[in-house]
């Protein structure tokens, strides 16, 4: 219960910070209390930085507090711009006679400082009487992240106020409105497809400022895609060419002004063409491995399929399934049978890949040869695999009547021998003898390859196809 309190505490912290309004001045400048007569000039801050010994005199609490805040000058006709605004309290000293107000950059390392003198008159009636001191002239960036210190001229030692300070970035929307480093311009692009090229047009942007554009994929974050380009604010023509390699669907468009920590934009234009990804299918011959890595993340359904001849169908073979939500979909002891595809399912629709339908994998072959009464089986693999070879009779086309010969064979060593002997398998001119053999893998087709032999007058005639090409799975 505490901790859902606390979630609705820092939800409220963060959207009054993002609906925060800046306080608007048209002029910067310096403030001290009525009074008090105070002027200030540029400091180098060199001659300050070391430190004395403080009189025994001077109270520790002479700078009593600091406080930082951030106001918005926005003069008619001119962009508006963010300035740091300070306030501090110290109590007046006859071994005090001013101020020194720095600001250190964390992002870009520089600083600036200010030198605040008090004329007075010389009387110890003021000493002790305390002092606001404003200024507001420091000029900073969205987003900055700033370090201040206030210390007394001259520095005393252990005499100083430091405080770290983060200027409001773009989430905020008085800044994300009027300030120009939130305007992060917009996009247009025309694409070359022959050339592989995509121009970028930019607008709305200021036009005194550079401007940068890149190609990325969008990931968690948008990783370079190729060098960015840059469009100079003093050139009248907003556009620069970007060369791809590959029109994916995360390949995104990204903009921003070269100003520190600048908002940026993207588009991403090519979202819908995700027919590119399926594309990216590797197999691995010596370990048998069929392996798909998307090249963007996508939401995908992917499985293994057989594709049959006579309906243009692909078959779903179980215990296949695999979602995207795996950087890698690996499947293991997969044979190439060219009708063996993966099937890619999204929510726009599904598309079918066929990675061994032209035989550009082949993980093993088998040939055969007529010796005397035998046929010799011969089995070359890539891996080691276990065959198994069933003779049998081809009663009719559909049907296949076994002869109770099955024969084992293993591949070791790359190739593998098996001899059948058939002497007592051929009785006439018009019997048929097949062969079926089927290899033990975790992801086949269930189709049969068969090798026909016929005999004509004791003379054995093989009748071979290329069974290269029809490898089991």
Request: include cysteine; charge should be positive.
């Amino acid at each position: 219960m505490i901790s859902s309190y606390v979630q609705i505490l820092l939800i409220i912290l963060f959207w009054n910070a993002d609906c925060q309004i800046i306080p608007r001045i048209e002029e910067c400048g310096l403030s001290c209390s009525q009074g008090i007569h105070c002027k200030s000039k540029p400091s180098g801050g060199i001659f300050n930085s070391f430190c004395h010994d403080a009189p025994a005199s001077l109270s520790s609490m002479v700078l009593k507090s600091m406080k930082i805040s951030t106001v918005m000058k926005c003069v008619q006709g001119s962009p508006c711009s963010l300035h740091l605004n300070i306030k501090g309290t110290l109590s007046l000293d006859e071994n005090v006679r001013g101020l020194e107000i720095c600001s250190f950059s964390l992002d870009t390392q520089q600083s600036q400082c200010i030198n605040v003198r008090f004329t007075r008159k010389k009387s110890k009636m003021l000493n002790g009487k305390k002092v606001q001191v404003q200024f507001n002239c420091i000029e900073v960036n969205v987003a900055q992240h700033i370090y201040v210190t206030m210390k007394t001229v001259p520095h005393y030692c252990e005499v100083k106020l430091s405080q770290q300070y983060y200027v409001e970035d773009c989430r905020n929307s008085d800044v994300g409105k009027y300030i120009p480093a939130c305007s992060a311009g917009k996009l247009a692009y025309n694409l070359d497809r022959a050339r592989k090229m995509v121009t970028v047009n930019v607008s709305n942007f200021p036009r005194d400022q550079d401007y940068y554009v890149r190609l990325c994929h969008k990931w968690f974050t948008c990783e370079d895609a190729g060098a960015f380009a840059v469009i100079k604010g003093k050139e009248s023509f907003k556009s620069v060419s970007l060369k791809y390699s590959q029109l994916l669907p995360c390949l995104c468009i990204e903009g921003w002004l070269a100003l520190p920590d600048a908002r940026r934009v993207q588009l991403c234009p090519f979202e819908n063409d995700t027919q590119v990804l399926w594309d990216n299918i590797v197999y691995n011959p010596s370990t048998q491995t069929l392996a798909w890595e998307p090249a963007c993340p996508v939401l995908v359904m992917v499985n293994l399929c057989r594709f049959t001849k006579s309906n243009d169908h692909c078959e779903d073979i179980e215990k296949s399934f695999k979602n995207s939500s795996e950087k890698q979909v690996k499947y293991s002891r997969v044979d190439t049978h060219p009708r063996l595809c993966m099937k890619f399912t999204t929510k726009r629709g599904s598309w079918i890949k066929c990675p061994f339908a032209h035989g550009e994998f082949p993980a093993w072959k088998m040939r055969t040869a007529a010796v005397a009464e035998q046929i010799q089986v011969f089995f070359t693999s890539q891996t080691k695999a276990q065959f198994s070879v069933l003779v049998c009779n081809r009663t009719q086309m559909a049907s296949c009547e076994s002869l109770g010969m099955h024969h084992s064979v293993s591949v070791d060593e790359e190739c593998g021998v098996l001899a059948l002997n058939l002497t007592t398998c051929f009785q006439g001119p018009q019997d048929l003898l097949n062969i079926v053999f089927w290899c033990n893998l975790q992801f086949w087709s269930n189709w049969s390859s068969l090798m026909t032999v016929a005999s004509k007058y004791c003379e054995i005639i093989l009748m071979s196809e290329e069974f290269s090409k029809l490898s089991l799975l």
